[in-house]
């Protein structure tokens, strides 16, 4: 099976199109979504509505629990806030139907693990040598102990090997995974980039070659940030989209 794998679209429809556009050509067997389709940005109802239509299999991010007001705005910047107060209002029922019953977590094939944050907490971000061992023992604790992991979150694509060095993933392009060696992998995000590129990032995982592809793609974000600044939402989100931060 080839996984596109994103994570974090947060409501931008330009990058999330381009996205979907590009995987067209990767021979795509299946999406999966690391969670926070919503927050951010201006278009929540066309993203959730995507997300729908090609059957992407998605979990659960702190961006879209708190649009549906299953936990509160505690810790949120006031950016961040402001935005998923917004969207809150916006969801349509249906939406706002088709978040709620999104799960935390999922085990794919078996074999692999899919995560927004912590391993057992969608909030925390897998950030530093401390969280990233937590991590790796919490992989451990399942029956089979899980050996791949993919998480979203923190919005910056990298790689970390049990035992080896953080890595940067858009400087890897194709890595080549061990069976004996446990990772954990994000793919950056589709709708609000943080590594100081502002294109849509993703990977493609061969489960079959056990191989991960690192993709950026650029969008318009002219138009996405315009839309942002239109629905009165923080300029600052405008900005960052521009900027890759």
Not at 1 to 24: G, P, Q, T
Not at 148 to 171: I, M, N, Q, R, W
Not at 223 to 231: D, L, Q, S, Y
Request: aromatic share 8%; glycine share 6%.
């Amino acid at each position: 099976m080839r996984y596109a794998v994103i994570s974090d679209i947060h409501s931008n429809l330009e990058a999330l199109e381009a996205f979907l556009k590009k995987a067209a050509s990767l021979g795509i067997n299946e999406i999966l979504c690391l969670g926070d389709i919503v927050g951010y940005n201006a278009n929540p109802n066309e993203c959730c509505a995507l997300m729908r239509e090609t059957n992407a299999r998605c979990i659960m991010g702190n961006h879209d629990s708190r649009a549906i007001g299953l936990e509160d705005t505690f810790g949120f910047n006031r950016y961040a806030e402001e935005a998923v107060l917004w969207t809150a209002r916006e969801l349509t029922a249906q939406n706002r139907d088709f978040l709620e019953k999104l799960p935390r977590s999922l085990i794919v094939e078996n074999k692999f693990l899919a995560v927004h944050g912590w391993v057992n907490d969608t909030d925390r971000y897998i950030i530093g040598e401390s969280a990233t061992l937590r991590n790796f023992e919490l992989m451990k604790q399942f029956t089979p102990p899980v050996k791949l992991c993919f998480f979203g979150h923190t919005h910056v694509p990298v790689v970390y090997v049990e035992g080896g060095e953080k890595t940067d993933g858009s400087a890897i392009g194709q890595l080549q995974l061990s069976g004996n060696d446990s990772s954990l992998i994000n793919p950056g995000s589709i709708g609000q980039p943080r590594d100081s590129d502002p294109r849509a990032s993703f990977l493609v995982y061969d489960s079959k070659k056990s191989t991960v592809q690192f993709h950026r793609v650029e969008y318009d974000i002219k138009t996405a940030a315009e839309k942002v600044i239109a629905a009165n939402l923080p300029r600052r989100l405008a900005e960052r989209l521009r900027l890759g931060w």
